[in-house]
């Protein structure tokens, strides 16, 4: 396979249980061990509702995303049930300012819900 990240082939051990599943890896372990995944939670109080900031990865890394699309499907859909009644907002990037905090609140008013947001990485 071929990473995503640093285009370098690499190969992925399998034994006799896994010889015939197609799984497919996006990442070596090289640039996973570099660029490890720390999630970092922040809670901003809006007008009425929260907005609860996850980041995905503490630092900002020169990344390609689509490398850990497994890893960030997985992470979705886990706050998706773990959070029924929030409002589930995605970005590959965010940069926080008043008027994203502005639009924020709108949309959680507008919703009458908080709003969970996930993003891989936060700039401010």
């Known amino acids: 396979m071929i990473c995503y990240n640093c285009y370098k082939k690499f190969y992925v051990k399998r034994n006799f249980l896994s010889l015939f599943e197609t799984k497919k890896y996006y990442i070596c372990n090289m640039c996973r061990k570099a660029f490890p995944i720390k999630m970092k939670y ?35 859909s886990y706050f998706i049930k773990k959070h029924p009644n929030y409002f589930f907002i995605y970005f590959d990037s965010l940069r926080l300012t008043d008027l994203s905090l502005e639009i924020f609140n709108f949309i959680s008013e507008e919703e009458n819900k908080p709003i969970l947001l996930l993003c891989c990485e936060i700039k401010k």
């Open 42 to 76: 922040e809670e901003i109080p809006l007008q009425t509702f929260n907005l609860v900031i996850i980041s995905i990865f503490e630092v900002v890394y020169q990344l390609k995303f689509e490398s850990y699309s497994y890893e960030i499907s997985r992470i979705c």
